[in-house]
């Protein structure tokens, strides 16, 4: 089971330190901070540079955060967040990603909320420094407040008259 956790938690950090890094960057297929910029305004969002770069820096310290196994319930409240905007940017495409859908996004605001139900393992920060068990609390507070953070960010920079 330890293994298992390490590797998804490796996986999924990863990915979400991968994604963070192309909307702040020219690395791994970015384009930049005015990419990701345009990007957001592409989707509907007020703001610029500032937006693109709290999105990616969220994903870059939710993703080593949960590569580390580390504080994992904010991890998945940071993670929740960002990807829960992004689930309300595909929301209208309908479920699949074949149809450029929220199906992807939606995994990404499971995970992390599965790694701090069942715990980052034996092999984490959490583990080593004594952080383990979590009350049941903590999982619904951090899913809880990622999701509702991300809603009030996407109503907070929505453009004016843009309806998703």
Known sequence: MNT???IL????????VGHGIQKVSHRLGGHGIDGGAAE?????????????????GGQIVAGLLLCAG??????ATIAGGVMTVAVTVKWHNGL???????EYPL???????????????RWSVDQAIGLLPWAPWWTAAAVGLGISS?????????????HY
Not at 9 to 16: E, K, P
Not at 40 to 56: K, S, W
């Open 4 to 6: 298992g956790l390490l």
């Open 9 to 16: 938690r490796l996986a999924v950090g990863l990915l979400y």
């Open 40 to 56: 957001f305004q592409a989707d509907g969002f007020r703001g610029g540079r500032l937006t693109a770069a709290a999105a990616g």
């Open 70 to 75: 580390a504080l994992t319930p904010l991890a």
């Open 96 to 102: 699949w990603v074949q149809h450029d859908g929220y």
């Open 107 to 121: 995994i990404l605001v499971i995970l992390p909320a599965v790694l701090t139900l069942t715990g980052p393992g």
């Open 150 to 162: 991300g809603l009030m960010t996407r109503a907070l920079l929505q453009r004016p008259g843009l």
